[in-house]
């Protein structure tokens, strides 16, 4: 059973000391995403989650110190980020630092790789709503677990436990790393043949997740820097963004 924060101290971790050789160039903080540029000019996204911790509007008391800093000092909020604004900063920072998996990494719609077949049980945590008619196009079931109930009807803790530990595949949003969820759902899970970690949040670094359930990561690489920044800067989403990403996905512990 995996402690909540796991994955994300793996993260830290993992990538401290090159953290210790790179700055800030930019930070840009929009309505969806975060997007972070160092100073060798890699960048770096991860989404926007609501935080309900928080009471009333989340600003950040650091601003406009961020350009120029050490991005190891920013890389910490993996782990000491009071919500999941400075955590999402901190995942920004280390999908900027990681390498681009180049030589393992297929652009493809992930769904193509899961083989979902007529009757098998898909549980998806964090509404994909691209996903769903292709999903169910297959014949299998899908079960939907989503925290915010705008966006759908929010099952019973019995029924989410039911879904993850009965299912044969799990889709898992990358956003469960920034709200802290993550470790509880995937030891929820029972069985599956495949679950997979996705969004362009996702952090692209398998070895992080070595004792997990995770066998499929499926994450996005920025390509066009300066479009991706003003993109965020402007209150873009995943659509605008898309033509300014690679997406990847990375198949492991099969």
Do not use: W
């Not at 050789?21 to 930070?27: G, H, K, S, T």
């Not at 000019?41 to 609501?50: D, K, S």
């Not at 299912?167 to 679950?195: H, K, Q, S, W, Y």
């Amino acid at each position: 059973m995996l402690k909540s924060g796991t994955i994300l101290n793996r993260l830290y971790e993992t990538l401290a000391h090159a953290a210790k050789d790179r700055r800030i160039a930019d930070l840009r903080v929009g309505l969806s995403y975060v997007g972070v540029k160092l100073d060798d000019g890699t960048a770096g996204i991860a989404a926007l989650v609501p935080d309900t911790s928080s009471q009333g509007c989340t600003v950040l008391k650091e601003a406009g110190t961020y350009a120029g800093a050490n991005a190891e000092d920013i890389l910490v909020y993996l782990v000491d980020g009071p919500n999941s604004l400075y955590r999402a900063i901190g995942l920004a920072v280390a999908n900027a630092l990681l390498e681009s998996p180049l030589d393992q990494a297929e652009d493809r719609e992930a769904t193509t790789y899961f083989n979902l077949q007529p009757g098998e049980k898909v549980a998806m945590v964090g509404l994909f709503a691209p996903l769903v008619k292709r999903i169910e196009a297959t014949g299998a079931i899908l079960t939907v677990i989503e925290k915010n109930p705008d966006r759908l009807e929010i099952l019973s803790p019995d029924d989410r436990q039911k879904a993850l530990k009965e299912c044969d595949v799990a889709i898992i949003t990358a956003t469960t790393l920034l709200n802290n969820t993550f470790e509880e759902m995937t030891n929820l899970l029972g069985e599956p043949r495949l679950v997979a970690t996705m969004g362009p949040s996702t952090p692209l670094m398998p070895e992080i997740f070595h004792d997990t359930r995770i066998t499929h990561l499926g994450g996005a690489v920025v390509k066009d820097t300066a479009r991706v920044m003003q993109i965020v800067s402007e209150g873009g989403g995943t659509p605008a963004l898309r033509p300014y990403l690679r997406f990847v996905n990375l198949i492991f512990n099969l």
